[in-house]
């Protein structure tokens, strides 16, 4: 796994940019930041896993909520400091909001309107609202 881990180029605390991109649309579902530990959990599982910042642990998606994410693909840049994953989203949320995506929001006429609708409110996912 030294490869694997190596190759990346750590930010000062020791992460990096993750992207979660659906396999089949090519659409951008979350951004998230991965460890070391979260990449290698991620290879070795199949199973996408991140690092909270806000929370400062390690946690796999849908390990609340059951939407998790299938990895059909690791990429890394070419500069090694970011991570795109092609992934297959069970249950099609990937957004704690209950949306397909947390990009569900465009900007337009000076202001962010929504554009995609809630598949399931956050309450029946994780029984209260998230922030």
């Known amino acids: ?12 605390n020791g992460l990096v940019c993750a992207i979660a991109q659906d396999w089949q649309t090519g659409r ?10 979260a990449l290698q959990q991620t290879a070795q599982t199949g199973l996408a896993h991140y ?19 299938r990895v059909r693909e690791l990429r890394l840049d ?11 989203q069970v249950g099609g949320m990937a957004c704690h909001t209950g949306r397909e995506s947390c990009f569900y929001r465009v900007w337009e006429h ?3 309107q929504i554009r995609d ?9 994780y029984g209260q609202v998230h922030e």
Do not use: F, P, T
């Not at 579902?29 to 530990?37: D, E, G, H, I």
């Open 117 to 125: 609708a809630v598949l399931k409110d956050e309450r029946e996912i």
């Open 28 to 37: 951008v579902l979350m951004v998230a930041y991965m460890n070391a530990q």
């Open 110 to 112: 000076g202001n962010w």
């Open 51 to 69: 690092y909270s910042r806000s929370r400062q642990r390690q946690w796999q998606k849908g390990e609340e909520s059951g939407h998790v994410q």
């Open 1 to 12: 796994m030294n490869a694997l881990i190596d190759a990346v180029k750590w930010d000062a």
């Open 78 to 88: 070419c500069d090694g400091d970011a991570i795109i994953m092609q992934i297959e």
